[in-house]
Structure formats: structure tokens, C-alpha cells
């Protein structure tokens, strides 16, 4: 179903998750892309297909389970907010609740079941078409203000893991 130029989106009046094939398309694998951490640096890492509708379907188990999102992270005009864009979207993609509860239903969760210690956490919600974002300088120095606050909720969710 092609309905969504960005790749994915939960429908929360459709209880649906709408995704557009053609930015998956397998002879294009870079087509779609966010920034990741390998280590201490911000690199690029391909969406993918399976990724992207479990994504969807976290933020669907929100909406319908009407969880209460009482943190307070991502305050308006803050590197947390320019990261990861909303508390929501913070807790889809890390688990992070507050300091005391993480949500072990989350993208890390579910790519590091897939690739273990190997796999390189997704970093925000920010995305990019091409590689000539992560060349820029300023952008890269701004995401890893906040790496050490995000190894910080990696950490935690490894814990859960083991």
C-alpha cells in the first residue's frame, strides 16, 4: 500500500499500520535511512521493512492500551525533543519510561533480538535519503551531544535482555 512518502505510519483511526513499498524496495537498500550508534560514532543504518511495521505496531500497543506517558524528556526546544522528537516516539524506539521502568516491547528490543551484541541501536527519530547528511559536521555534533544520555537507556534495555 503506498500511503506514506515517509515509509510508515499508524493509523490510529484505522487501527491500521500503512506502509509504502516502494521505499523498501530490496534493489534499492539504501533508499530510506536513519542515523544509528556504532560505538561513540553516528552512522547510517538502512530502514527495513520488517523494522519499520514493528515500529508501527508499538506505537498502534500505545494508542490502544492508552498508556499514560508521564515522562518528561523531550521538553520543547531541548536536544532530547530535537532527537528523539516526542516522549512517545522515545519509548518506541528505546523502551525508556523514567529512570525506574523501561517498556521491553520497543525497536532495540527487537533489533537486538535479531542481531545481538552486532547490532547498531538506532538513534531518534530523525531520518535521512541520503548519505550526505551524515557528512555534515554541525548535524553529526549535535546527535552526539546526547549519545552518552542515550547509551545510559541502552544499557538499561541490555540488562532487560539478559
Known amino acids: 500500500m503506498n500511503c506514506h512518502k515517509d515509509g510508515s505510519a499508524y493509523s490510529p483511526t484505522d487501527f491500521a499500520v500503512k506502509i509504502n513499498l516502494d521505499l523498501y524496495n530490496p534493489i534499492e537498500v539504501n533508499k530510506k535511512q536513519y542515523y544509528a ?69 520497543c525497536d532495540h528490543v527487537f533489533d537486538y533480538s535479531l542481531y545481538g551484541e552486532s547490532f547498531q541501536p538506532r538513534y531518534g527519530h530523525l531520518g535521512y535519503d541520503n548519505l550526505k547528511s551524515l557528512h555534515d559536521a554541525e548535524q553529526r555534533q549535535k546527535l552526539l551531544l546526547y549519545a552518552p544520555e542515550s547509551q545510559k537507556i541502552m544499557d538499561n534495555w541490555k540488562r532487560y535482555m539478559k
Open 37 to 105: 550508534l556504532d560505538g561513540d560514532k553516528v552512522v547510517l543504518k538502512p530502514k527495513t521493512l520488517a523494522g519499520s511495521i514493528f515500529h508501527e505496531f508499538v506505537h498502534g500497543l500505545h494508542h490502544v492500551s492508552k498508556t499514560p506517558k508521564n515522562n518528561k524528556v523531550c521538553i520543547p526546544n531541548t536536544l532530547p525533543e530535537y532527537i528523539w522528537q516526542n516522549d512517545e516516539e522515545l519509548r518506541t524506539i528505546t523502551g525508556y519510561i523514567n529512570e525506574s521502568f523501561y517498556d521491553p516491547i
